[in-house]
């Protein structure tokens, strides 16, 4: 299922509304494909050698929600969403790095790069991915162990 799978879904329907399925259908797919990755034992090359990427946690989910949720509280804040918007792509390396470090899955990664690219400069979308990654947080909580 997560083969070719774009961790980056359109927030929007062809109307230009949000999407009726994102906060359920999309978020629900997002976590399964999180935890197949785990089944089918997720490998990386290190140094020459195939060293296995260690099982993706609610807590490593939990953790990079609570970053965005900050960015989200400092724009209800009035601060400038130009302001936060170098530190929010800024996930992007941070991802990077829990990636290399083994605390989270490839597709995990690939969820956090997406979105972010996904995101660009627009406030509304980034309003749309804080609560649509609440959403597979909710989904993950129940799904994933710690």
């Not at 099982?55 to 609570?66: G, H, T, V």
């Not at 509280?73 to 130009?82: C, H, V, W």
């Not at 530190?87 to 790095?97: E, G, S, T, W």
């Amino acid at each position: 299922m997560c083969e070719g799978y774009r961790f980056r879904v359109d927030y929007f329907s062809e109307d230009g509304k949000i999407r009726e399925d994102l906060f359920s259908d999309e978020a629900e797919k997002v976590v399964k494909c999180f935890i197949a990755k785990n089944n089918n034992r997720d490998y990386k090359e290190y140094r020459g050698q195939r060293k296995l990427v260690k099982k993706l946690s609610s807590s490593q989910i939990r953790k990079f929600y609570e970053e965005v949720l900050n960015f989200k509280t400092q724009l209800d804040n009035e601060k400038d969403f130009r302001e936060i918007l170098p530190y929010f792509r800024m996930l992007k390396a941070k991802a990077n790095v829990a990636y290399e470090r083994d605390v989270i899955n490839t597709n995990f990664k690939k969820f956090i790069d997406d979105n972010v690219d996904y995101v660009g400069n627009d406030k509304k979308r980034f309003d749309i991915f804080c609560t649509f990654f609440e959403a597979v947080l909710a989904y993950a909580k129940g799904t994933l162990r710690d």
